[in-house]
């Protein structure tokens, strides 16, 4: 089964340059490796945070190739910011979907109603006075 990558390029506040500035430079190396590599396909996000690119090898082994060739690792060091910048994972990027379909959730059961609401406390005013001794008496012998 073939599998995405994501290489994400954010934009820094400090750098010369923009993460769309890299896309620019980068690009036509970045997608000629990729196809001379073996990627089934490949595709570039823009956003507000930078650029992503999404490529798709058959397999691990062809995505290390693409990985550790020198105009990969020439594009990846010359990102905008190397440190907090650059985000490489297995799956598509952002909020896209996950590569394996959800499990399903169970079906609502009785278990899932809601329970009825407990019934009040007994009140008990401990602040009242005591009966008196008559009074105790009296509810003593019955």
């Known amino acids: ?40 396909d490949g595709i570039w996000h823009a956003g507000t945070w930078g650029v992503a690119f999404e490529v798709c090898f058959h397999t691990d082994a062809q995505w290390l190739a693409f990985r550790d060739l020198p105009v990969v690792r020439a594009a990846l060091d010359a990102v905008p910011d190397p440190v907090n910048g650059l985000l490489i994972y297995r799956g598509r990027g952002g909020t896209s979907a996950a590569g394996h379909p959800r499990r399903p959730r169970p079906t609502p059961s009785a278990s899932a109603m809601a329970l009825p609401e407990p019934d009040e406390e007994p009140y008990l005013d401990l602040t009242s006075a005591a009966p008196d001794r008559a009074d105790a008496r009296a509810l003593s012998l019955r």
């Open 1 to 40: 089964m073939a599998d995405w990558w994501s290489i994400e390029v954010l934009h820094s506040e400090f750098a010369e340059f923009s993460a769309f500035q890299w896309q620019q430079a980068h690009d036509s190396e970045l997608i000629e490796a990729a196809l001379t590599n073996g990627a089934l």
